[in-house]
């Protein structure tokens, strides 16, 4: 069974500029997440789809990110602008009915 | 916001030492997990343990959960080399991983 896929896996880019990272989840799974992961802290949910729609965005700063799943497949998640505090590995998950989440690689971003 | 609580924050023993971790959160739950994260990499699920449990075991890991003190602990029993990595916890709660700050393990030849 294929992981979940995730690119790129890094990106530099400077402040005020637009960055998108996808992501593929494992086939069949319903519940897709995108965590922010700072250094040297636990992961933070920032939107959990199921299939196509959201269940929660509660944590997404919607002035400046952006997710969607169109298809209830694959996913995109979008910054603009980019501020330096957006630097953080992006993690995307997907599960099917169990609790377990299975993880990407993530997507290393580093905003100068 | 993040529930769970890991300490130490860092643990460095030698190989084939026992290493051992503690999780505390602060609301109910329905399960705790624990994840690896070796480094540069994603996330690796360990062992779920449901609220209704007090012990699992699987391979070389121990889970505990103490829901009347809400905590846990994650013993690695004769640790390795590869075991070097940050180990989670995360709280299951209303349709929700809560995930705490990790335990930066070090495994030393």
């Known amino acids: 069974e294929a992981g979940v896929a995730q690119s790129p896996r890094y990106k530099i880019i400077e402040k005020r500029q637009s960055v998108a990272f996808w992501c593929n989840p494992i086939?069949?799974?319903?519940?897709l997440y995108w965590y922010q992961q700072i250094l040297g802290q636990g992961p933070k949910l920032l939107i959990q789809?199921?299939?196509?729609?959201?269940?929660?965005d509660s944590q997404l700063p919607k002035d400046r990110f952006s997710a969607e799943r169109l298809k209830g497949v694959d996913s995109t998640l979008k910054i603009q602008p980019a501020k330096l505090e957006d630097s953080a590995v992006y993690l995307c998950?997907?599960?099917?009915?169990?609790?377990?989440?299975?993880f990407g690689p993530g997507t290393r971003l580093l905003v100068l | 916001s993040q529930q769970g609580e890991e300490d130490p924050q860092a643990l460095s023993i030698q190989e084939g030492e026992n290493a051992t971790m503690n999780c505390s959160y602060k609301?109910?739950?329905?399960?705790l997990q624990w994840y690896r994260q070796n480094s540069g990499r994603g996330l690796v699920h360990l062992i779920l343990?449901?609220?209704n449990e007090r012990e699992k075991h699987s391979g070389r890991l121990r889970v505990t959960l103490d829901t009347s003190k809400k905590s846990s602990s994650l013993l690695i029993t004769a640790s390795r080399a590869a075991d070097t990595a940050s180990y989670f916890c995360?709280?299951?709660?209303?349709?929700?991983?809560?995930w705490g700050a990790g335990t930066k393990l070090i495994i030393k030849p």
């Open positions: 998950a997907s599960k099917a009915g169990q609790e377990t989440q299975y």
């Open positions: 789809f199921q299939n196509n729609g959201v269940v929660d």
């Open positions: 995360a709280t299951y709660s209303n349709y929700q991983l809560i």
């Open positions: 086939s069949g799974h319903a519940t």
């Open positions: 343990i449901r609220s």
């Open positions: 609301t109910s739950i329905n399960n």
